[in-house]
């Protein structure tokens, strides 16, 4: 018994020495190579290959499991080639008639994280970077850490806000790859640990499917260091994610999670790949595949769109 599914390795160049050892990487890893494809637009190029991993002596379909691809995934990334990501992607996936696609926000569908624009401005710029990096890294508990965070920018003008948001600049490729997702008929969302008054308009000019980030509180014309209701957490991303893919009636086994950051590791676990984007190590350890690359929209082909 076999389980199909495509290895797709991206790099920023590979050429076909590079390509020939790849194919060598994949059978060591225990795959049987079949047909392959090459793309690429100038800034990266893509090679796929429909492959198969061989079911253990009498296992049934049921021995195809997300454990038994930990080790030729483990195996691709230690003997891989520097610069040349590889995800091993069930076909399913890739050839579902109807994907979701759900995204972080800071660090992977916009280059900034918003709360370090925002503390700017009230020149702890600096303190809270600190904070914000070792809540990604997953030291802290990201509720409280969100809490002490906004704190700092209690008293500040409302107005910061829509500065904050002229700052924002989208990452290269990501709205090529929400239009390429929408344009092939698939969901797309994004979940975000930032704040609506920065995300909503982002959200609206991509036209996107679903979106909820947390809400600054503002009162007066000024900011008051406070957050309304539930923080978007990890669990909270998860939980989304689960929602909105059962509304849009699409199966968990055909959804795409893609982040950067330890809350999105719940996401990124549930998901039917979870995609590390330009991570910290150990979101690049516990996902399913990683882009080290400044384009988000290779994603697209990871995920076959």
């Known amino acids: 018994m076999s389980s199909n599914m495509t290895a797709v390795s991206y790099g920023l160049k590979l050429s076909l020495p590079e390509i020939q050892r790849l194919r060598s990487l994949l059978t060591a890893?225990?795959?049987?190579?079949?047909?392959?494809?090459?793309?690429?637009?100038?800034?990266?190029?893509v090679y796929a290959a429909d492959c198969a991993l061989e079911a253990p002596e009498g296992g049934g379909p049921g021995a195809m499991t997300e454990a038994r691809l930990d080790g030729p995934r483990r195996a691709l990334a230690a003997a891989g080639?520097?610069?040349?990501?590889?995800?091993?992607v069930p076909t399913a996936l890739r050839t579902a008639p109807r994907k979701f696609l759900i995204m972080d926000v800071d660090s992977t569908l916009i280059q900034q994280e918003v709360?370090?624009?925002?503390?700017?401005?009230?020149?702890k710029r600096e303190e809270v970077t600190a904070v914000t990096e070792a809540a990604m890294r997953g030291e802290l508990d990201f509720a409280q850490s969100l809490?002490?965070?906004v704190a700092v920018l209690a008293g500040l003008p409302a107005d910061v806000v829509e500065r904050v948001r002229a700052e924002v600049?989208?990452?290269?490729?990501?709205?090529?790859?929400?239009?390429?997702?929408?344009?092939?008929?698939?969901?797309?969302?994004?979940?975000?640990?930032?704040?609506n008054q920065i995300l909503r308009p982002i959200a609206e000019d991509l036209g996107l499917h679903y979106w909820i980030a947390n809400e600054l509180e503002i009162v007066d014309g000024a900011l008051t260091?406070?957050?309304l209701g539930d923080v978007i957490d990890r669990a909270a991303k998860e939980k989304?994610?689960?929602?909105?893919?059962?509304?849009e009636g699409i199966p968990m086994e055909h959804t795409i999670a893609v982040g950067d950051g330890a809350n999105d590791l719940d996401m990124l676990g549930a998901a039917g790949i979870g995609i590390a984007f330009n991570?910290?190590?150990a979101v690049r350890a516990a996902a399913d595949a990683a882009v080290n690359l400044p384009y988000l929209d290779a994603v697209r082909y990871i995920a076959g769109v």
Not at 81 to 88: E, M, N, Q, S
Not at 115 to 123: F, K, M, P, R
């Open 240 to 247: 989304y994610l689960r929602e909105w893919a059962a509304a």
């Open 279 to 281: 991570a910290k190590p």
């Open 29 to 45: 890893a225990g795959l049987s190579v079949g047909a392959e494809t090459r793309a690429g637009d100038g800034r990266f190029e």
């Open 147 to 149: 809490h002490a965070r």
């Open 81 to 88: 080639i520097d610069g040349v990501d590889t995800a091993l």
């Open 115 to 123: 709360i370090e624009l925002l503390a700017a401005y009230a020149g």
């Open 225 to 227: 260091g406070k957050v």
């Open 169 to 195: 600049r989208l990452t290269e490729g990501a709205a090529e790859l929400v239009a390429a997702f929408q344009a092939a008929g698939h969901a797309v969302a994004v979940v975000s640990g930032g704040f």
